[in-house]
């Protein structure tokens, strides 16, 4: 069974509009396609042809850790990662030329053998990340904000982050501040009041600003009920406008942040009521209980739309034995952002979008299940719309379970995972799809555990 991907990307125009949408921008990403994939108890990495998926001849597989935290220079030509801590080797933090595949190793220690949130400065020079500063009793906390600098070679924490607060998602900003959204939690690594972006200053480590989503909740939670339930809120960053779009619910609302002011710029209801609601002669039937929801979201090139996809689990019975286990895929919302209203939503079954690199398509993906004593479930495959005209191109692999798994360096090919497991063994095809002519190349099977593209 394909794990959801995280959360997505995309762009949009009203039908038979192409406004907003740039012609082949640039692709960014590392100068060549990297795969890492098991290789006994770890994975390795090697870079790998866009076109066929075949090892590349002449490079040694560079050993890469299950899960290693990564992130490319700018310019796509150093990847930076960190091996996990073992008995003999300890922690190291490793930098790969791509071009010249030449490993520099950084011995350093991690406390509680995480770190993650990797990321470069605008020039490359120093890669920065978080990572937790103690553990009490198995309590993760205070996460910490650390630098290491590629020329000096000095390394040290320059901000600690509020003492509840878990990160969730980091992004620099060009004006040499980090955006981190993230939600502080109980010591159960339970949700605990609403989310927030803290905005820190790169020079000095200078929390600038906390600001608080109303309303807005990431993680896991018990409700007024006492039930369990787990959301996960999309979001997009337009750092060329310095905002974020924060869309929760089944999609029902959406928050703007604005990154350069340090402040929420707006907050609107994505669902409008009918009259007769209002007046109270129709009411809407409330599920029995909703385990949660699961977004993806993401901007138009042109930043003047979101494409949302979103999942929704829900129960029936009794929370902790329930009768039904469900989860359905929600479809295609399609927001305009200077009105923060809906504009237009497909009825496919897709729970996940994604942009192509050119701003011209949509990928979209999901799958149901169902448990009620048994679980079934079902794959809806790949569908390709396009983004202008939100006009259906092609459904791959109908009736599989698939997912988008990456894009190649130079963005004229996606890669899709396809599960050709029985039963509880999870074998995984990797297929190329040209993007140009919506078809299906070459594939690479994946006959134990998983692959996945280093971007």
Known sequence: M????????????????A??????????????????LPDGFRMSLRPVDPVTLADLPGFSPIPFYNGSEHAFTPDGRTLAFFRRSSGEQGDALHFVDVENWVVETI?????NDW????????????????????????????????????????????????????????????????????QAVTDENMAEGDARVLLIRLTDG??????????????????????????RPGLAWDVERSLLYVVD?????????????????????????????????????????????WVSAALSPGGDRLYVAAFRDEVEGPFHSPAVWRSSPLGLTVIDTAGL???????????????????????????????EGSCTQEGHGIYLVDAATLKEKAHLLPGNDATLLGFSPDGRYAYI????????????????????????????KIPRGYAFYVQ
């Not at 740039?22 to 396609?33: E, K, M």
């Open 2 to 17: 394909l794990r959801r991907a995280t959360a997505a990307l995309l762009a949009l125009l009203l039908a038979g509009c």
């Open 19 to 36: 406004a907003g949408v740039s012609p082949d921008p640039a692709p960014t990403g590392p100068a060549r396609l990297l795969l890492a």
């Open 107 to 111: 011995p350093l220690s991690l406390a």
């Open 115 to 182: 770190a993650g949130h990797l990321f470069f400065s605008t020039d490359g020079s120093t890669l920065y990340w978080i990572e937790v500063a103690s553990a009490d009793q198995g309590v993760w906390r205070p996460y910490v904000l650390h630098r290491f600098g590629r020329t000096d070679g000095t390394m040290g924490v320059i901000s600690k982050l509020p003492e509840t607060f878990m990160p969730l998602e980091v992004q620099p900003l060009a004006d040499g501040r980090v955006a981190i959204f993230g």
């Open 206 to 231: 200078e929390v600038e600003a906390e600001i608080p989503l109303p309303g807005v909740v990431s993680g896991q939670r018990t409700s007024a009920a006492g039930e369990y339930r787990y959301d």
């Open 249 to 293: 619910g089944s999609p029902d609302r959406v928050t703007v942040v604005d990154l350069a002011g340090g402040r929420l710029a707006r907050q609107a209801e994505l669902r409008t009521a009918s009259w007769l609601e209002r007046l109270g002669l129709v009411r809407i039937a409330a599920a029995k209980a909703l385990p949660g929801t």
């Open 341 to 371: 209203r809906v504009v237009r939503r497909l009825d496919l079954p897709v729970g996940e979008v994604a942009l192509a690199p050119d701003g011209r398509t949509l990928i979209l993906w999901g799958r149901s299940f169902v448990c």
């Open 417 to 444: 995972g396809e599960d050709t497991g029985a039963g509880n063994v999870w074998h995984l095809d990797h297929r190329v799809l040209d993007l140009a002519t919506a078809r299906l190349g070459a594939t690479r």
